[in-house]
Structures are given as C-alpha cells and as structure tokens.
C-alpha cells in the first residue's frame, strides 16, 4: 500500500516567549471577534524556487504552505486571515524584522512570517508568529522534512500558531477517516476513504467491492477498525493503513459492528449481536482475550470509553427505547444519563474527559449535542433533518459528524456530506470531500 | 415510544385529513390507506414471491421487531414452503429505515431477522437451515423520504440461500 505516516520531522524550537504577550483567544466561549491574523507568504529564493519546480512541481510553495496555514486559521473561526494585498511588508524583510506600524496600519494583531529553502531533496522551513500591539515575537521554528510533506508543514506550522495564541493544543496535522459513497440510495457503494482534515490528499483504502461502515482510528497508532460485509459476513476488522494488512478481530459465531478502540489502543470495544440480541465486548489486541462487558437482553451498541480507561458510555434500549447509558469498564455499575425527551444514540466520550457528545432524535428532527458525564447540562449543538455520529477533534474542541438530505418521493435529492460544528455551537462548516460522505472519525495529532 | 407515538399520531392526523378532504385526493387516500396499518407496511408493492402465494417478505412498526397478524401468516405460508422443499436453506435479511442511528439499526435489523427465523423455527424449520444478516439501513427498497417509503423499509426478507 503507501505509507502516509512514516514521515521524518526535525523540529528545532528557536524561541519562545511566554511573558507579556497582549495576544490571548478564549475558546471556550463562540468566537464572534476572530483574531485578526496576517500570515505573510513563506520566503523563498529562485535558487530553491527552481528545486522546487523540479521535485514537486510546485514553483513557489513557501506561498502555498501560507495558504495552508491561512485556511487552517481561517475554517477554526478563531482567525481572521487578512488580505496579502494589503500587506505593505515584503516577506523576506518581514520575516528578519517585522516594522510593526505597517502590520498595525492594517489591523494585524498577530503576523506569520517564514523562509523556505529546498536542497538536497530537503525542505528547510523556518517560522516565525510575532506579536504586533506588543511588538515582539512570540515564537520561533525550524523544520526539515522531505519536500513532498509540505503540506503538513502547514499544518504543523497552523497547530503551533493555535496552541500559542490559545494555549491549547491544535487539531490540523490530522486525518479523517471516513466512508465515501457514491450511487443510487437502494444500491449505495461505500469505500473507505481517508484524507487530511482540510479535504486534501484524499486516498481510498478498500475497491468499494464489499459495504463498509464505521471506521475509527486508533488514538495511538496507524491502525484503524471499522465494519465490514466481506462475504457478506458483517464483522470487524483491524487494518494497519500503513502496510494495507487487514484482519478480522475475533472469532465470533455472528455479526460484530459498532467498534471503537480504547484510548490506550490496547482494545477493541464492540457489540456483538447473536440470536436478537445485541451486547458490548472487548478484545485486547495484544493476547486476544476476548471478555463480555454487558449481558441484557435489550440492544447495548455505540460503545466509547472514557479518556481514562475506566469508563464506557453506550447506547441501549433497555428501558424500552434508545438511551445513553455509563458504565465501569468492567460492565458494573450502569447509569442511564440522558433523560431529555427523544431518543439518544452514538455517544462517544471527550478526549477531555468531560462530555459526551450524542445524537437525539426528537419530534422528527436529529441533533448532535454534549451532555456532561453524569447526563446533566445538556446543550444541542445543531439542529437537522438528518445527521448523526459525531467524532471528536484531538482537542476536544470540534465536532465532525454526516448529515443526510431529505429525498423526494421519486428518491432524488439524496446526499451525504461531513460537517464540523465547535464545540460552542458556533462555526458549523461542511467539511469538503470528493464523493458523498459519512462516518467521520478523526485521527490523534500526528506530529506529537 | 415518544418518537413512534407521535409519528404514529401525526401519520392518523395526516389520514384523517385526507380522507376528510375526499374527492380530488380520493385517489392518494385509499392508496395510503390500503397500503399501512398504523405505521406497517401492508401493500404489496416491493414483495416478491418464493413461490406461488409464498411473499418473502414481513413488515415491522418502527423501532419494533415484534410480527404483526399478517406477518405471521406470512411466516407460516414461507415455513410450509420451506417443509415442502427441505432442501433449500434460506437467509433471513433484517432492514431497517433510515430516521435511526447506524448502529443501532444494524442491531435492530438483527433482531427482525431473527423474530422471522424464530417463528419459523417454531413452525418446525431446523434453526441450521435458517441463516441471518441484518443490513441495518443500508439497503433500502424505497429511496424516498417519507412514512410510506419508510414504511417498506422496515422489512425482514427471506430470500433462498442456495
């Protein structure tokens, strides 16, 4: 297959100032005011110009990394990329020394400034994010990397910006997984699809021969699980995206679906359905052992463990229809948590530890929402005709999940797509991709 | 079931009102009529035969695995098929309509599909000759957005595994 994560980076930290810098965003409130942000085109010289024309076809990518990192800021809604053409500054005299009253002249608060040489078959990049009211630089990197990784330079360049400004980590050097569909309703092909969080560098990992469903990543390795029919055999499977080898988890008498790994990537929690009856299972990926987690003649699906292991939140219809319920992660002491009008599904667990994020379905209409652990402060995020199974931003700051059209009676109008939504409520964006989509999961950072 | 039971009302509502409002709409109201039973499915448009007088499919409410009157006659006409012809084995393919979760509606296309091969294993069909698949919503028959299509959807098909 391809190797898209064995990726060399040597990140050298130049500087960093911590103290005095009149920049901050808050995140945990709707970002009305984005922070307005100019991110200078990365420097380059004709020498390397030429280079890299030669290795990657691309004359001028110290200007395309920019657009990188400006649509990153840009999609967060934190950020406001202003205009280049109002930039007074040359690049490469920005990048030395910033004259800080032209950036203010037009509004700047914050400045990216960089340099790009290609050499050797070598991608030197080196940034800088400057403090313009303070007039100071806040930040200073180096990276070296095979040139053909410059986008996720960008990205890397777009997760250090974010976590200095907010001080939270980012989510851009990150993938989707997703499911990609393609045909009409009553004969939908789907295939595994996987791109970066921006949309690009879409790859597809299965031929579509066989219906998949519900990929999700590994949080600690390149390793993803998802559902497949293979044989008309609905099962889970393991599959390492890095060397395209796949396997079946476990050896179960009947259909498994629903898994989702543990966030120490140790295990693979899943239901198993037999006979009617639909429970929740693990198996450790290291010496097989498989263990039964819930036993109750309702369906228990849609497992998610907390970030700590010790939990997992499910849905079940044991009190006669679909409830969010939490559990110790060995199957005792269950709760049901979500007591709102509707039914509730897919929960999954904050990378933060703090929320569970849901779909509900009522009177009609789905919505994705968070609700803390204990059920309570239940906030309803986005409001549809139809969406379902959210999937949370390493940062536990964004939400990605499918939304569906409504078709007519003649079945037209039909579509898929992926969504974002933050956290707050604000800055719901359609996320682009090639073909319709669903069934979003997103990656760890990779760069971390 | 909250969503069920005012689906269920805003569909009598519907009803109602279609066939108050008669003439010009006749048509659609015995159409409707005719065609759901509360919210199961009781036409005939997508079902196919296993054999002559033999449907090989059954209707469920929403969000129900339970088999209706009618379904059960059904399930009783596949079983004495299935004695007569002892050597073919079928699978029972579990659907389910697309207002619900992926994953809960693959469980749920599980359980229909087993409610069939129950039955008919209690009409005296050996549970090996009966294998099960749910497709969850996946494979719809009707790609519209509406109650009737849904309707069709909900479905478990037994359908000649050799």
């Known amino acids: 297959m391809f190797k898209i994560f064995n990726l060399t980076f040597f990140i050298i930290l130049?500087?960093?100032?911590?103290?005095?810098?009149?920049?901050?965003?808050?995140?945990?409130?709707?970002?009305?005011?984005?922070?307005?942000?100019?991110?200078?085109?990365?420097?380059?010289?004709?020498?390397?110009?030429k280079n890299s024309k030669n290795e990657l076809k691309i004359e001028n990518v110290g200007s395309e990394i920019s657009s990188v990192v400006e649509n990153n800021l840009k999609i967060s809604g934190l950020f406001n990329p202003l205009s280049k053409e109002a930039f007074l500054q040359k690049p490469d005299i920005a990048h030395l020394k910033p004259r800080f009253e032209d950036w203010a002249l037009i509004k700047a608060q914050a400045l990216i400034t960089g340099k790009v040489t290609i050499e050797n078959k070598k991608l030197k990049v080196e940034f800088r994010l400057w403090d313009i009211l303070a007039g100071r630089e806040m930040m200073a990197l180096a990276f070296t990397t095979v040139p053909s990784n410059w986008r996720r330079v960008g990205h890397i360049i777009s997760d250090k910006v974010y976590e200095r400004l907010t001080g939270e980590k980012g989510y851009f050097d990150t993938r989707i997984i997703y499911v990609s569909e393609e045909g009409a309703k009553t004969a939908r092909v789907k295939k595994l699809a996987i791109m970066d969080q921006d949309g690009f560098n879409t790859k597809y990992l299965t031929l579509?021969?066989?219906?998949?469903?519900?990929?999700?990543?590994?949080?600690t390795s390149q390793m993803v699980t998802y559902l497949s029919y293979f044989k008309n055999l609905p099962r889970v499977y393991l599959l390492d995206i890095e060397t395209g080898t796949q396997e079946v988890v476990g050896d179960f008498p009947g259909m498994t679906f629903a898994p989702r790994f543990s966030p120490d990537g140790k295990k693979i929690i899943m239901s198993f359905a037999?006979?009617?009856?639909?429970?929740?299972?693990?198996?450790?990926?290291?010496?097989?052992?498989?263990?039964?987690?819930?036993?109750?003649?309702?369906?228990?699906?849609?497992?998610?463990?907390?970030?700590?292991n010790k939990f997992i939140t499910f849905n079940s219809d044991r009190s006669g229809f679909q409830q969010i319920y939490v559990m110790k992660s060995d199957g005792s002491n269950v709760k049901r948590i979500s007591f709102g009008k509707g039914l509730y599904g897919t929960p999954v667990w904050s990378p933060r530890g703090d929320l569970i994020a849901f779909t509900k379905l009522h009177k009609g209409k789905f919505y994705i929402g968070v609700m803390r652990t204990d059920g309570s402060g239940e906030r309803l995020l986005t409001e549809n005709y139809y969406q379902e199974a959210p999937s949370w931003s390493p940062n536990g700051r964004v939400l990605i999940f499918y939304r569906e059209t409504k078709s007519?009676?003649?079945?037209?109008?039909?579509?898929?797509?992926?969504?974002s939504i933050d956290l707050t409520g604000y800055n719901e964006r359609q996320v682009q991709t090639e073909t319709d989509a669903s069934d979003p999961s997103w990656s760890s950072l990779l760069s971390n | 079931m909250n969503f069920s039971k005012s689906f269920r009302n805003t569909f009598l509502v519907i009803l109602l009102s279609l066939i108050v409002s008669a003439c010009a709409t006749k048509k659609t109201t015995t159409k409707v009529e005719g065609q759901m039973q509360g919210d199961v499915y009781t036409g005939t448009d997508t079902v196919k035969y296993l054999a002559d007088g033999v449907p090989d499919r059954v209707f469920f409410a929403t969000n129900e695995s339970i088999l209706t009157t009618k379904s059960r006659d059904t399930l009783r006409k596949q079983a004495n098929w299935l004695r007569e012809n002892s050597n073919i084995n079928v699978v029972v393919e579990g659907h389910a309509d697309e207002r619900g979760t992926r994953e809960y509606n693959l469980a749920l296309g599980e359980r229909r599909a087993n409610a069939a091969k129950d039955y008919l294993i209690t009409y005296g069909i050996s549970a090996d000759r009966i294998s099960v698949i749910s497709y969850g919503k996946e494979r719809p028959v009707d790609s519209g957005s509406n109650p009737l299509s849904w309707s069709k959807n909900r479905r478990s098909v037994t359908v000649k595994a050799n």
């Open chain 1, 408 to 419: 007519n009676d003649k079945g037209e109008g039909f579509s898929a797509k992926l969504w």
């Open chain 1, 14 to 49: 130049l500087s960093i100032t911590k103290a005095n810098s009149l920049i901050e965003i808050d995140i945990t409130r709707g970002n009305l005011d984005p922070l307005p942000i100019a991110v200078s085109p990365l420097f380059q010289d004709d020498n390397s110009k």
């Open chain 1, 208 to 219: 579509g021969n066989e219906l998949v469903l519900t990929p999700r990543f590994n949080p």
């Open chain 1, 274 to 308: 037999k006979d009617g009856n639909s429970d929740i299972y693990t198996m450790d990926l290291e010496n097989r052992i498989v263990e039964r987690i819930t036993n109750h003649p309702s369906i228990d699906t849609s497992p998610s463990y907390s970030p700590d």
